[in-house]
Structures are given as structure tokens and as C-alpha cells.
């Protein structure tokens, strides 16, 4: 079985750490690393050896030709990532507090990311997926806005279990409300959501998480909602049980990725469930050792934010057993 990945890849460049100074100050000097939520959680599936191909749009430069090498490296699927010669890669400046938590500045007007449409994508791709996984940073721009939703039918129709991460970047929208109602439109399709705590109280209006988890699953048709809690752990929800699972605490260098590999990891589980349930978007998510595949996902999340970067922090299986 194959999980397809869909949306962008662009290059993070993370804090460096420097003594550099002009006239006395400070600079902040940064250092380029692969990344783009979707693509991340492709690397980690790869990693995991999960048949895994990424769908998505790079320039043709030298950060595209980075981006395609090192999804290659993790043994990814990249004959659906297209090399644009008009537009260029998407580039992304992380900043770190003194928490180490990140903000961005982000280079994407026109990026190449957003040029996709439906003809750059060969849909045999589909033919032996059981996942398609799509971020909500597909809704921000045209014309990949309207690919997102002619591949969200396209895999409806084919019965594919739909995962949707709701990344909220408010810099790259023009106002939170627009942001807002295309994410939760990104709703109408998912079968399995992850939400960070702050994005879920955002798409609610709700601060308690079970009174917020309740209503997405009134207002849409949801099999499972994951919301992540930082180094408290996960939240989970079916339409039977709930559930909180212990987060592992870290000695957070740089928290790039961390929700990407946390939510790769938990699919690579789900994937390789122990109850052996096939994935169809008919399956019962709550037969499903939900809290097992949480800990190791909370395992996994935990060791990536001990070193910097997305796709260089995934760690190993064994490091995580």
C-alpha cells in the first residue's frame, strides 16, 4: 500500500548559532534545511520503509534540486514533484524565542509550490494508495487552491482514507477569517485530522478541547481527531472515545517538524496496526489501539526536537522502541 503526500515543499532556514557581528551587533546567520509539512511527514513514512510518493511543485534551482535529493535519500516518491522554470523553490526563515518555539518570516509570493495544477499530476500515482495526506497551506494561493479540491474529489471518489493537517501560518493568508473558512473546509473531506491545541481553539472559538472536539465532529464527518499538546502529550477522539496520552519531556533545541513527525510516526502505526484492520475509510478507528500509537508518536515527536531542523531531526524506529 502507498501513502501519497500532496502540497508544499519548501527549504526552512533555521537559527545557526554564530558569533557573527557587524559594527558591534549581532547577525543572525540561518542554515538551509529541506522541509514543508507534507513532505516531512513523506520523509518520515519513507524512513519507516512505508511505500510513500510526494505530490507536489519545486523551482528549478539549486533548493529544488536539494528538496528532490533528500526526499529520494528516504526513499520517497518524486516522480510527481515538478521542477518549475518560471517560478522559484518557497523559502521559509525560522526564529526561535528564548522557549525555542518558532515564528516565520516566510518567501512565498508566486513560490513554486503554490503553481501546481491538476495536469502536472500523473493520477496513476492513486492506484495503489490506501492514504492521501493534505495540509490546509494548499488553500492559501491559487492555482493550487482549485488542485487541492480536484484531487480531494478525485480521491473521494476512490475510496482513499483522507489525513488533513490544518496548519495555520496566519502570515500567508491575507486575513484569518479567509484562512479560517478554507481550513475548515479542508474538513468536508478528512477522514483523520491532527490539530495543534492553539489551531484547534482557533477553528472553534472553544478553549476547552473536549467541548471543541465535540463540535468539529457535529459539524463534520470525522473518524478521528488528533489535537497536539506540546510536552503535556496528545488528545484523541472517535466517536466513541476519547482519550489523553503522556507527552515525553525534552531538551527542546529547535521544535521545526516536530507535529509533522509526531503525525508521520502515528500513521506509520496506524499503517501497521496489530489489530491487521485494512485501512478503507469504512475501518473502525475505535477497535484501534489509538493510545499505543499516540505513545510512540509522542515518543517520536519528543526526539525530533532535540536537534535542529524537520527532515534532518526524524529519528530511528529502534531509537524510538
Do not use: C
Not at 523553490?89 to 503553481?115: I, K, M, P, W, Y
Not at 481550513?183 to 467541548?211: C, H, P, R
Not at 510536552?231 to 472517535?238: L, R
Request: net charge negative; hydrophobic share 40%.
Amino acid at each position: 500500500m502507498r501513502v501519497v503526500s500532496y502540497g508544499e515543499a519548501l527549504i526552512d532556514f533555521t537559527p545557526k548559532s554564530s558569533d557573527n557581528k557587524l559594527n558591534g551587533m549581532d547577525i543572525e546567520t540561518f542554515e538551509a534545511n529541506p522541509g514543508g509539512a507534507p513532505a516531512n511527514l513523506a520523509a518520515v513514512l519513507g524512513k519507516y520503509n512505508i511505500k510513500s510518493s510526494f505530490i507536489g511543485k519545486v523551482g528549478y534551482d539549486k533548493f529544488g534540486d536539494t528538496l528532490i535529493n533528500t526526499l529520494n535519500s528516504f526513499n520517497v516518491d518524486t516522480s510527481n514533484v515538478i521542477k518549475d522554470k518560471y517560478y522559484n523553490t518557497t523559502l521559509a526563515f525560522v526564529h526561535l524565542n528564548e522557549q525555542n518555539d518558532r515564528s516565520f518570516s516566510f518567501f512565498r509570493n508566486n513560490g513554486a509550490d503554490t503553481r501546481i495544477t491538476l495536469e502536472d499530476v500523473d493520477l496513476n500515482v492513486f492506484n495503489d494508495a490506501k492514504i492521501f495526506h493534505f495540509g490546509s497551506l494548499s488553500f492559501t494561493d491559487e492555482p493550487i487552491r482549485s488542485t487541492t479540491i480536484d484531487l480531494l474529489d478525485y480521491v473521494e471518489n476512490k475510496n482513499l482514507l483522507i489525513s488533513y493537517d490544518p496548519n495555520l501560518r496566519d502570515k500567508l493568508w491575507l486575513r484569518l477569517d479567509e484562512a479560517k473558512w478554507w481550513i475548515l473546509k479542508g474538513m468536508e473531506y478528512a477522514d483523520i485530522v491532527k490539530v495543534s491545541e492553539e489551531e484547534l481553539e482557533f477553528l472553534t472559538n472553544k478553549a476547552d478541547i473536549q467541548i471543541a472536539a465535540e463540535e468539529l465532529f457535529e459539524q463534520f464527518e470525522l473518524k478521528l481527531l488528533i489535537v497536539t499538546l506540546g510536552e503535556k502529550g496528545s488528545f484523541y477522539k472517535t466517536n466513541k472515545k476519547t482519550g489523553i496520552v503522556d507527552g515525553v519531556k525534552a531538551t527542546v533545541v529547535d521544535t521545526t517538524g516536530a507535529g509533522d513527525i509526531f503525525y508521520g510516526s502515528f500513521l506509520y502505526k496506524l499503517i501497521n496496526n496489530k489489530e491487521n484492520i485494512e485501512l478503507t475509510k469504512d475501518m473502525d478507528f475505535n477497535s484501534l489501539a489509538i493510545d499505543e500509537m499516540l505513545s510512540f508518536a509522542n515518543t517520536a515527536g519528543a526526539l525530533s526536537v532535540t536537534k535542529k531542523g524537520a527532515m534532518t531531526s526524524i529519528p530511528n524506529i529502534e531509537d524510538i522502541k
